[in-house]
């Protein structure tokens, strides 16, 4: 690794909660074997390269902790475009499985995916995996972890699945949508565990037990067992939670409980555990999580393109709930990238006049509803502590998220040429009040630089652009 020293920065915000958000002693970074050594006003060493980054804002690399990476090929399907999420389910991802029956095709959307979060800054994906199914013929795991190290991104697969089918979305599946046996998806969990997972404080590998839904993807009796298997492959847990209101109507009908209370009796809560959406959680679930350490993945695009809500996630942040930001699959959300995802986090809790109050006053306190947004309840700053320490902690990466001595060198240098950004009075908050897509100086990861003005070295862009059209065109005429 290259000895860097990252000079002469507009601003740096370092990811850390409070005053501790904005650099306060200059904005120069050295980076050393990968790892950040200097923070301050720094002259240059010899043998060190020096990258210019004056006009820039310098955030650490952002944090996705929930994702889809094989959707990306699956965006904008007129069929669900429209469609809530129980319909969308049944229009899109389920049908449309059946086009990733080939190694290449799996690959392609990830590479996709994996490049469009990138070129957002985005550093470390956790991918929520659910392409697997009996007799597969290509290991998908290794397939998502070979295309993360090829751009020299962290990889989370969170090794998801399902060993039910499931009545409302399942009933005319293709076969790419058979369920596993329970011993067959402990079996792929531990050995995706053996071949890949690292869990090193700044691992750029890791694996995570993730059936797809606790209510839905398998039996109540054998979340338990799946818990118990991951704790003793000292792995953490993660799937999908109180996304729509029907979710919650439904848990409440079958299982005579809140979703929360439902997997805190399988043992799916605690530290080691993470939910993405939870957009529909009552005072008593929020405190639960904040009580457990459970985290959330919050994907206010996606909940927002599905009509799921607005998660109550200003009152999880004052509850000490660990929270990270998400974008969640490319097929629900056609912006699958990080600045998009911060920009719409930042509006929608401004916006939202309920601070998270939901409709059903058996499940949540009742509050008197108030003209206008609550414009205290989200600033820049909680956004991209969110989207980078915040993420970091939901996915274990304990020296992953911040820009401080002593943690990984995974940084994102925006810079504001665009006439967007120009008259901005505080250009560190650039990337996130006014959305769009800054351009990259470069962004590091363990302090190698895998993005350079803007461009990715050795990917062809305009191929992969034509590999995508094709897979649409194939799709189409089907």
């Known amino acids: 690794m290259s000895n860097l020293l990252i000079r002469g920065a507009d601003a740096l915000w370092t990811g850390l909660a409070g005053d501790a958000m904005r650099a306060s002693a200059g904005t120069d970074i050295r980076v050393r074997n990968g790892l950040i050594s200097a923070i301050g006003s720094l002259r240059p060493e010899p043998g060190e390269r020096i990258i210019d980054a004056s006009g820039c804002v310098v955030y650490p690399g952002w944090v996705n902790t929930h994702h889809h990476l094989f959707q990306s090929l699956l965006k904008g399907i007129p069929a669900g475009i429209n469609l809530a999420l129980v319909p969308w389910l049944g229009a899109v991802p389920v049908p449309y499985r059946r086009f990733f029956d080939a190694e290449e095709s799996l690959r392609l959307a990830a590479r996709i995916g994996l490049v469009e979060l990138l070129l957002s800054g985005c550093t470390t994906i956790a991918d929520h995996q659910y392409h697997y199914w009996p007799g597969m013929p290509f290991d998908a795991s290794r397939a998502v972890f070979e295309e993360a190290e090829k751009l020299g991104v962290r990889?989370?697969?969170?090794?998801?699945g399902q060993t039910l089918s499931?009545?409302?979305?399942?009933?005319?599946?293709?076969?790419?949508?058979?369920?596993?046996?329970?011993?067959?998806?402990?079996?792929s969990v531990e050995r995706d565990v053996n071949n890949f997972h690292d869990a090193s404080p700044m691992s750029m590998q890791r694996v995570v037990s993730a059936i797809t839904t606790p209510s839905w993807s398998c039996s109540p009796d054998q979340l338990r067992e799946m818990a118990r298997a991951a704790r003793a492959l000292g792995i953490r847990l993660h799937s999908h939670l109180s996304?729509?209101?029907?979710?919650?109507?439904?848990?409440?009908?079958?299982?005579g409980c809140t979703p929360m209370q439902f997997v805190a009796e399988h043992e799916w809560v605690g530290n080691d555990v993470w939910f993405a959406h939870m957009v529909h959680l009552s005072d008593d679930e929020i405190a639960m999580c904040a009580s457990t350490g459970t985290g959330i993945a919050h994907c206010p695009q996606s909940n927002a393109r599905l009509g799921s809500g607005i998660a109550r996630i200003p009152e999880a942040m004052a509850a000490g709930v660990p929270i990270g930001l998400a974008v969640d699959g490319a097929a629900s959300n056609e912006a699958a990238d990080m600045?998009?995802?911060?920009?719409?986090?930042?509006?929608?809790?401004?916006?939202?006049?309920?601070s998270g109050e939901r409709p059903d006053s058996r499940a949540h306190s009742s509050r008197v509803m108030q003209p206008g947004g609550h414009a205290g309840a989200m600033t820049a700053?909680?956004?991209?502590?969110?989207?980078?320490?915040?993420?970091?902690?939901?996915?274990?990466l304990d020296g992953v998220g911040s820009i401080a001595v002593g943690m990984a060198a995974d940084l994102v240098l925006y810079d504001l040429d665009h006439p967007r950004y120009f008259g901005m009075h505080d250009p560190a908050s650039g990337p996130v009040v006014c959305g769009g897509q800054p351009s990259?100086?470069?962004?590091?990861?363990?302090?190698?630089?895998?993005?350079?003005?803007?461009?990715?070295?050795?990917?062809?862009l305009f191929g992969l652009r034509r590999e995508a059209q094709a897979f649409v065109d194939r799709t189409c005429s089907a």
């Not at 990889?155 to 998801?160: D, K, Y």
């Not at 600045?339 to 309920?354: F, I, M, Q, S, Y």
């Open 339 to 354: 600045t998009n995802e911060a920009h719409a986090c930042w509006l929608l809790h401004r916006a939202d006049p309920r």
């Open 440 to 460: 990259l100086k470069a962004v590091l990861v363990q302090g190698r630089v895998v993005v350079e003005n803007g461009t990715i070295p050795g990917l062809d």
């Open 155 to 160: 990889m989370v697969l969170c090794r998801g």
């Open 381 to 396: 700053e909680d956004v991209v502590h969110l989207g980078t320490v915040g993420g970091a902690r939901v996915l274990g």
């Open 243 to 255: 996304e729509s209101f029907d979710y919650v109507r439904w848990a409440r009908d079958v299982h």
């Open 166 to 187: 499931r009545a409302m979305t399942d009933a005319n599946a293709p076969p790419q949508v058979s369920p596993e046996t329970l011993d067959g998806f402990l079996a």
